[in-house]
């Protein structure tokens, strides 16, 4: 099936830089992207889409998610407003301990329920591709319940979604030292021989896993045949980047609290960052990550959204993409960026996804906008018109 996206006002390609073309048409046949530019429309024979006045930008890609889980947490984020830290909560049981045990309590079938229908509302957000982590199981029959989940998702949803197994903390009742070792010899080996996750991701941190714990699970997973990913100095500067790159991560998430030496092993390396402007927005951090540094160092900088029900409930992309400039101060053209081409080197996947280009898969949102930056600006608004992935279209509104 052939579809003409026609006559849009700007056309974000992504191609070196925002690649912006302007008064442009799309042809797509069936999964993928066929021509893009000043099109000789005549004798198009298919579904044509009228894109007069609008912007088109390549699908939008969420690269840091925790999707699958069971329950919230509204109760800790009314007590962090009264002025009590994530941190405590962690240590006084709560946390991601509480939503491990409502995650462990719902059934395989409760979770895919609760995962398929919250994919049901990021889609009409613009998100085409979605990276989602395990990480409230902890003990191995539990991760394998929620990774089973994700896949499932992969199977039976319109998004290409990306598995990731995430060690996320310590269980209770158990000795650090032993749950490494369980890590090391009995959950990654067995999530690797099932093939549920393409990356291993870790929460090296204040309150989760020190830098060596961090690096002899991540050189295990590696050793295995996982890519790497690592959360890390989301709430004090453990040293994660500069580990990240050490370990030939291919993200590092969060980074609030990074310096520029850990910038700069991160651009030695090539270790793409990916921040969270939504987290900093629910922990009302006061520091923020080093983007001119970021910026300066040439690394491709991703958003993502980290989805979670303790330090960010938006799900919404567009939404991310305003906080990138409200709380990041993120210029415009490199919040887009963000979210669709630097995303999709988060992901590995830049090669298919994040940029409208000959052969790039078909995936796109169309904006109700005549102006780019319009996107950041009318916070608000839900601003999108039409979402199309491989060739499809999965979203329309009405009007
Ligand atoms: O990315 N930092 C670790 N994990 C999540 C929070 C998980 C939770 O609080 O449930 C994050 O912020
Ligand atoms: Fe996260």
Request: aromatic share 6%; charged share 25%.
């Amino acid at each position: 099936m052939a579809i003409l996206l026609k006559q849009a006002r700007q056309i974000l390609t992504m191609n070196d830089g925002l690649g912006l073309i302007q008064d442009g048409s799309v042809l797509i046949e069936n999964d993928i992207i066929k021509k893009v530019g000043r099109l000789n429309e005549q004798g198009f024979r298919g579904r044509v889409i009228d894109c007069t006045g609008c912007v088109v930008t390549p699908g939008l890609i969420d690269a840091h998610t925790h999707l699958v889980f069971a329950g919230t947490r509204e109760d800790e984020f009314a007590m962090r407003l009264e002025g009590i830290k994530y941190e405590t909560i962690a240590k006084k049981g709560g946390g991601i301990l509480r939503t491990v045990a409502m995650t462990r309590s719902a059934s395989e079938d409760e979770l895919y329920k609760l995962a398929a229908e919250r994919i049901k509302m990021i889609i009409r957000h613009g998100t085409t591709t979605i990276e989602i982590k395990s990480g409230y199981g902890l003990s191995l029959s539990e991760e394998l319940k929620i990774l089973r989940v994700i896949n499932k998702l992969k199977d039976n949803t319109p998004l290409d979604v990306i598995p990731t197994y995430l060690v996320h903390t310590i269980p209770r009742f158990m000795k650090r030292r032993d749950y490494v070792d369980m890590q090391c010899e009995e959950i990654l080996p067995e999530v690797a021989r099932l093939k549920l996750a393409e990356f291993c991701d870790i929460f090296c941190d204040k309150t989760a896993f020190t830098k060596s714990e961090s690096e002899k699970i991540l050189k295990k997973a590696k050793e295995l045949g996982f890519a790497l990913k690592i959360h890390t100095d989301e709430l004090a500067n453990v040293g994660g980047a500069k580990l990240a790159a050490k370990l030939g991560c291919v993200s590092a998430e969060h980074l609030i609290y990074t310096t520029k030496s850990g910038i700069n092993a991160m651009k030695k390396a090539g270790v793409i960052p990916v921040l969270l402007p939504g987290t900093s927005l629910y922990l009302q951090t006061e520091r923020k990550p080093l983007i001119k540094d970021f910026m300066e160092s040439g690394l491709p900088i991703a958003i993502a959204s980290d989805f979670n029900p303790g330090t960010c409930m938006i799900y919404s992309m567009p939404k991310i993409i305003s906080l990138a400039s409200l709380v990041y101060r993120m210029p415009v053209e490199l919040a887009l960026m963000a979210a669709t081409i630097n995303a999709a080197r988060a992901i590995r996947k830049e090669d298919r996804v994040g940029k409208i280009k000959h052969n790039y898969q078909a995936d796109f949102v169309i904006w109700n906008v005549d102006d780019y930056r319009k996107i950041p600006y009318q916070f608000g608004e839900d601003l999108i018109k039409v979402v199309i992935k491989k060739g499809k279209i999965i979203y329309e509104t009405n009007s």
